[in-house]
């Protein structure tokens, strides 16, 4: 059996000039701020990434590093004043943090600022069926899906991980009457995940931890979408591993992404798209 290769290159290569002409047409320029909470080197590739992708396609871009020990009202005075200023259309956080206050930090944020789509009212949205705004990477994960023809509806779908700007969101939005997915949530409490994971149709793997899923753990023929973006020491390196053994899973499986080069690559595009409609939402309150 031949494996396809999910790769993100050719859906990131047919998007880019298509949100590139969508930011050329805004009445507004549109401008992410990103914000780090203590330092943390995983942070690194992903604020370099969006600084390069705004020099490439031309919109704003701001970001500002706190001390780990500041406060949650110097962070919120910060963002509010931003807002005020109109420089900026859109903020998103840098994972991990160790804030506790993050959360509520988000609600004081107008939801259509909170571009990553994690604040209580964009993700309330998101289970009625009527989101402001979508989390990135599960836009993502559903983008290559739909590029390489994989439907949804009927099948077993397994999500490993259930963070609100991964797992949670995509499990949502597979649920959701237009994906008509049967969805089972597997996190780091679920005992025997290896029953719940060979059991899938499409295992879609977010939970953070360097292959973690193996041969024995997936279903022949499935199609396996690796959301995990680990950095770890191998030989003295550092090297980038996802949460599938990709060369162990890969002649079992139909389709698999990559990492990299596989939702990675999307996740900042849709980022923009969630920039873009900020920019629209504010432009037009300000007519």
Not at 190 to 216: C, H, Q, V, Y
Request: glycine fraction near 8%; include cysteine.
């Amino acid at each position: 059996m031949k494996c396809q290769l999910l790769s993100g290159k050719k859906p990131h290569d047919k998007l880019e000039p298509e949100i590139k002409k969508e930011l050329d047409s805004l009445p507004i320029k549109p401008c992410l701020l990103s914000i780090s909470i203590g330092i943390d080197s995983s942070k690194e590739v992903y604020v370099k990434n969006k600084m390069k992708l705004a020099e490439s396609l031309g919109f704003g871009f701001e970001f500002k590093m706190f001390d780990e020990h500041v406060s949650y009202k110097d962070i919120l005075d910060y963002v509010q004043n931003a807002i005020d200023k109109r420089e900026i259309t859109g903020v998103i956080f840098e994972r991990p943090t160790h804030k506790e206050e993050l959360e509520n930090l988000l609600d004081e944020i107008p939801p259509e600022y909170d571009i990553d789509g994690l604040g209580s009212t964009n993700l309330g949205s998101l289970i009625k069926g009527k989101p402001i705004m979508i989390s990135a990477t599960a836009q993502a994960v559903l983008h290559i899906l739909d590029f390489y023809g994989i439907n949804t509806e009927g099948q077993s779908v397994v999500v490993v991980g259930r963070s609100p700007n991964v797992g949670l969101s995509i499990s949502l939005l597979l649920l959701s009457k237009s994906r008509n997915a049967t969805v089972t949530v597997c996190h780091s409490k679920t005992k025997g995940l290896p029953f719940f994971t060979r059991n899938a149709d499409i295992l879609i793997s977010s939970a953070g931890k360097p292959w973690l899923i193996n041969a024995d753990m997936v279903k022949d023929n499935a199609v396996v979408v690796d959301v995990g973006f680990n950095v770890v020491e191998q030989d003295g390196k550092r090297i980038f591993a996802g949460d599938v053994d990709f060369e162990g899973v890969k002649d079992k499986v139909r389709a698999i992404t990559p990492v990299p080069g596989g939702v990675g690559q999307l996740t900042p595009l849709f980022l923009v798209k969630n920039l873009i409609k900020a920019a629209r939402i504010i432009s037009e309150r300000e007519r």
